[in-house]
């Protein structure tokens, strides 16, 4: 019974993941309509500014704050910071729909992304619970659930605000996460020593990252997620314009920039899994690499595409190579930590998840302005490259000193 566990925990927690992202996603279709039609903002660089303030506030906060719930989830428990961050997140989610000025909006996102960490405290649990020889397959079956919910959110966002209005979706995104959170409650089990946590001696947030900056292999993990989240999102504020390019002004437009959008996602839920499993049986390391290789391969030609169609095949290809990245890093930030600081180093990971998708957007924007979009392809291609070069040596490197040191000693 105990040792299918594991199975009933990345269950639950997959489909808490699955919630957890739908409703955070929600919101992405309409916000600027919003702005405009439920706060009287008529300007439109105005609405654009408070938009993008909006959106981003809850990743500045989050980066923040994430690695203070990772030292309490390991002195604690990773199931009590699950249930602290869904329920605090249901709360504050539902609040915004009885938001007045859009400073309240502002405020609101930032405070979610002090409370938020389901995500990382998910992934802390199911690794935590599960035999090392699944946690590939366990890691990429978390992420298609958060995957899942992240490219039909918004599509769920948009069918309920043409349908029920705006404010609404907030108080049905709240009651979304308020289930995955009680869900979570009653059926997640973890075996967690809170005695035996209390008498370790707990070091503060900075001094906790010195001691697991000494792993030599956690610096280039954290590195490498943060380059991957960096490379994919450089490209995708301009994706909208992009496939207007290449598709006119024709009908069904709106149709295809969400299909580009989603179809990513939707290879990548697809294939996490799968290259997870695999991971399992060749290893976390090859596979981070070769899905490296593999995206940075599937990024240029999009610079060159001449038709939607292309541009989609593409797309759809680099999401099966995305769906080995991030849960490979956890996998081996898993294998490399050790178990008294596992949240903790998850914890700094979601940090290095959250910077990617702040900077990724704004310098990708930046860039554009000198190089065009397709000149973003090619540079997220040659980033991922890049990254790839580097990793294969750096984490080689690290594997020959820690075998070195260990014939020393």
């Known amino acids: 019974m105990q040792r299918q566990r594991w199975k009933t925990n990345l269950t639950v927690l997959m489909g808490g993941n699955f919630l957890v992202m739908a409703g955070m996603m929600m919101i992405v279709p309409f916000l600027s309509l919003y702005l405009k039609q439920d706060f009287g903002l008529t300007d439109e660089r105005e609405v654009g500014v408070w938009a993008g303030l909006i959106f981003a506030a809850n990743f500045v906060t989050s980066f923040i704050f994430q690695p203070l719930w990772g030292k309490l989830a390991d002195k604690y428990g990773r199931k009590v910071m699950l249930l602290r961050s869904g329920f605090g997140m249901a709360i504050i989610t539902a609040l915004m729909g009885f938001a007045k000025e ?8 930032m405070l979610n992304g002090v409370v938020a960490g389901y995500t990382p405290a998910a992934v802390s649990l199911v690794s935590a619970t599960t035999p090392k020889n699944r946690i590939g397959f366990a890691m990429g079956t978390l992420q298609s659930g958060g995957t899942a919910g992240a490219i039909l959110g918004p599509f769920f966002g948009g069918l309920l605000a043409d349908s029920v209005g705006f404010r609404p979706i907030f108080y049905i995104t709240g009651s979304l996460l308020f289930l995955a959170s009680a869900i979570s409650w009653l059926l997640v089990r973890e075996n967690f020593d809170r005695s035996a946590a209390a008498l370790k001696k707990q070091s503060g947030v900075i001094k906790g990252l010195r001691e697991l900056l000494v792993i030599r292999q956690l610096p280039v993990l954290l590195t490498i997620t943060f380059l991957i989240q960096f490379s994919m999102l450089s490209p995708m504020p301009l994706m909208p314009l992009y496939v207007e390019k290449l598709h006119g002004t024709a009908a069904n437009l709106a149709f295809y920039a969400g299909f580009v959008g989603s179809v990513t996602g ?46 989609l095949l593409f797309r759809f290809l680099l999401g099966c190579f995305m769906g080995g990245l991030i849960p490979t890093v956890n996998a081996l930030i898993r294998k490399h930590t050790p178990d008294d600081m596992v949240s903790r180093s998850f914890s700094f990971n979601s940090s290095s998840l959250a910077l990617g998708n702040m900077l990724g957007p704004v310098v990708g924007g ?14 997220s291609g040659v980033l991922l490259f890049a990254t790839c070069a580097w990793a294969t040596q750096a984490l080689r490197a690290r594997r020959t000193g820690a075998i070195d040191a260990s014939r020393k000693y």
């Not at 400073?103 to 996102?109: C, S």
């Not at 981070?288 to 169609?309: D, N, T």
């Open 102 to 109: 859009p400073w309240h909006l502002l405020a609101l996102r």
């Open 266 to 311: 939707l290879s990548n839920m697809v294939c996490a899994p799968i290259l997870g499993k695999l991971s399992d049986r060749i290893g976390s390391s090859r596979i981070l690499l070769i899905s490296l290789a593999g995206a940075g391969v599937m990024f240029i030609p999009q610079a060159f595409v001449g038709s939607v169609g292309q541009l």
């Open 366 to 379: 930046a860039l554009s302005g000198l190089i065009g979009i397709e000149g973003l392809f090619v540079f």
